[in-house]
């Protein structure tokens, strides 16, 4: 299974970009990074940061495909990946979907914390002060 070929479940469709903008998002901005979720070598989702300042990173993407939801990948793969970009850093952000009922408690679980809306208006901005 290649990244672009991962998929979250249909009732989850409204809060994950497909991984295939995400790749090409990444192609335009040298400084978005990406990493895939493996598990035995076999990709089973996708992440991407983006640098914001010196000191602030965003994350863009998370997403692990449905057929290995639920299965504390999600949470293995989003406690590795915030220490691989922690070093240096003043915070860390996320959005998401205000309708997502897993997002709050689980970021929350990692310690971010709301801080109000996006920019846009649209999606609930959690931050983790380092």
Do not use: H
């Amino acid at each position: 299974m290649k990244i672009c070929d991962l998929s979250v479940a249909e009732d989850q469709y409204d809060y994950v970009a497909e991984n295939m903008w995400s790749l090409v998002e990444s192609k335009f901005n040298a400084s978005f990074q990406t990493r895939a979720i493996c598990l035995d070598g076999k990709p089973v989702g996708f992440f991407m940061w983006v640098p914001e300042t010196p000191k602030r990173i965003s994350i863009w993407r998370f997403m692990v495909d449905q057929n290995y939801q639920n299965n504390g990948i999600g949470r293995k793969a989003l406690q590795l990946a915030l220490d691989e970009i922690i070093d240096g850093l003043e915070e860390i952000e996320i959005c998401y979907n205000p309708n997502n009922p897993v997002a709050k408690d689980f970021y929350g679980s990692f310690g971010f914390v709301e801080a109000g809306m996006d920019s846009e208006g649209e999606d609930v901005l959690a931050i983790i002060k380092i």
